[in-house]
């Protein structure tokens, strides 16, 4: 194993982290190489300079009691919060699904009565100019009013006149 | 009542199974705390915020892993990130941005306290990462395989941030280093 695989793991063979295998690779290695040697003999040192560096300190003896205030009041804006979400659940929801649905109803209701009354109009047998009016302006025929007389305009107003236009009852 | 029936009754919201697993682990979890944030009334404050997210999150502790691996997870986090919120803590430095090694005048090198304020100051100036590794390391409480459950890495992940932050505190101590074995 080369040295800095080696000193990689020596942290672990150090706190006793190593498995046995690897501690038996390292500890031949160990024995072979000066270098590796010092560097776990600084590292050893350095672990028990860090070791030292261990003040420890308690918990204060209202330590639960806080705790346990902090848990009531975290539950109780908890339930406050689900409170109002069941609110909206149960009123504001239900409430605009409602309103959207009845506006949908009143907007489909008035499109449809605008479409219904031009079909009225138009299958009427009384509104024939009126039928005429509406061909005219969906094929944009008015444009063709500025022909000279018998031109091409003429004839093509004549045979959509003739043919074309829906049969009247 | 042993531990696991413990976490069993406090994942139904017993909370007196609760106080019993806080009583066994506050001052772990103090301890850890401390070696983070250096403050004792800081450390007091992130365990009290600890055991609250750990009570409050029941639902969400798998038994797969440790509970203490788990309560130690949620510690390091909280502690790293006041230590970000702080600006305390560089999320990333460069080895070259280390401070110089430590000199020691001989007539303080029998003096503990001012020892282990140097290696305090040495950890503190690590990389977040080494920091954490070798933090929970000092510790001396947690098997490599639980420092990587804590931190979110692999094994050797831990062993190459062990060997790191340890290389860079050898350089920034190695006068009390040498000196300490004369």
Known sequence: ????????????LLDGQAGEKEKEIISHHLETCPFCREEIRDLSSLSLLLREEKESIEASPYF???????????????????????????????????????????????????????????????????????VNQSLHLNTLSDFPQESIGEVYTGLLAENNLPERR | MDESELIHQYRQGDRSAFRQLVEKYQ???????????????????????????????????????KFSTWLFKIAVNYCLNKLRDKNKLPSSRLKEDLPAPVEFQPDRLLEQENLNRSVRKAIDSL??????????NQYGEFSYQEMAQMLDCSISAVESRLFRAKENLRRILTPSIKKDEI
């Open chain 2, 27 to 65: 001052d772990s979890v103090i301890n850890v705390s401390y070696r983070f944030l250096r403050n004792k009334e800081e450390a007091e404050e992130a365990a009290q915020e600890v055991f609250l997210k750990v009570y409050m999150s029941a639902n969400s502790y798998q038994h797969r892993t």
């Open chain 2, 127 to 136: 990389p977040e990462q080494q920091r954490a590794a070798i933090l929970l």
């Open chain 1, 1 to 12: 194993m080369r040295c800095q695989k080696v000193r990689i793991k020596l942290p672990a």
């Open chain 1, 64 to 134: 639960w009691n806080r705790l346990e205030q902090r848990i009531i009041q975290t539950e109780t804006n908890k339930n406050a919060f689900n409170t109002l979400l069941d609110w909206l659940n149960r009123t504001i929801i239900p409430a605009g699904a409602t309103a959207i649905v009845v506006i949908g109803l009143l907007l489909g209701t008035q499109l449809g009565g605008v479409i219904y009354t031009n079909i009225a109009q138009i299958l009427n047998p009384d509104n024939a100019s009126l039928v005429q009016q509406e």
